[in-house]
T-cell receptor, first 116, second 112 residues
Framework: NAGVTQTPKFRILKIGQSMTLQCTQD?????MYWYRQDPGMGLKLIYY???????DKGEVPNGYNVSRSTTEDFPLRLELAAPSQTSVYFC???????????????FGDGTRLSIL | DAKTTQPTSMDCAEGRAANLPCNHS???????VYWYRQIHSQGPQYIIH???NNETNEMASLIITEDRKSSTLILPHATLRDTAVYYC?????????????FGAGTQVVVTP
């Protein structure tokens, strides 16, 4: 299993450009998550999905959009890139979180994005 | 979710045990304690979790106090590859769709 795969690994964007960060997992996890991590800080949740066709906002959703058309893929879209979106973006997945559940999240290696 | 308090940083000598404390005095009865770590430039890695009982796996041991208000992650024989930021997170299982709330964590530096 490849686990969680994120592409690209690095990207530089100009202000106002748009792009899609790709995330795919091959573990048949139904929960998927997008986080961002600013320098020296912990991770903040952007969006999450509990299954195909179901997404919801996390802590810092402004400026981003997501879709979940398949179990495997959970792309993150930046429509109008701003310098404040310069960050490292991590995608994660897990099995269903059931009552009393304890399923750990598996993370990708991140996409390092700079907006200039 | 209960908040956690961890020291900002700590050093550990290679080959010795590293004991990482975490305070979660407002933890609820249905909240688990999770530990993740993040090695520089990589995604976070799950280490261990527990509810009430002490837990051990191939990576570490987790000791939870009887009142559950604090816990300690133990790396039994620290190596240079254990240098990382360690995050202690408490999670409610049922209502929050598995979302993790990361704090600043503890920067652990293992020295030769």
């Amino acid at each position: 299993n490849a686990g969680v795969t994120q592409t690209p690994k690095f990207r530089i964007l100009k202000i106002g450009q748009s792009m899609t960060l790709q995330c795919t997992q091959d573990m048949n996890h139904n929960y998927m998550y997008w986080y961002r991590q600013d320098p020296g800080m912990g991770l903040k949740l952007i969006y999450y999905s509990v299954g195909a066709g179901i997404t919801d906002k996390g802590e810092v959703p402004n400026g981003y959009n997501v879709s979940r058309s398949t179990t495997e893929d959970f792309p993150l879209r930046l429509e109008l890139a701003a310098p404040s979106q310069t960050s490292v973006y991590f995608c994660a997945s897990s099995y269903s979180w059931v009552a009393g559940g304890n399923q750990p999240q598996h993370f990708g290696d991140g996409t390092r994005l700079s907006i200039l | 979710d209960a908040k956690t308090t961890q020291p900002t940083s700590m050093d550990c000598a290679e080959g010795r045990a590293a004991n990482l404390p975490c305070n979660h005095s407002t933890i609820s009865g249905n909240e688990y304690v999770y530990w993740y770590r993040q090695i520089h430039s990589q995604g976070p890695q799950y280490i261990i979790h527990g509810l009430k009982n002490n837990e051990t796996n191939e990576m570490a041991s987790l000791i939870i106090t009887e009142d559950r208000k604090s816990s300690t992650l133990i790396l039994p024989h620290a190596t240079l590859r254990d240098t990382a930021v360690y995050y202690c997170i408490v999670r409610v299982a049922a209502d929050s769709w598995g979302k993790l709330q990361f704090g600043a964590g503890t920067q652990v530096v293992v020295t030769p």
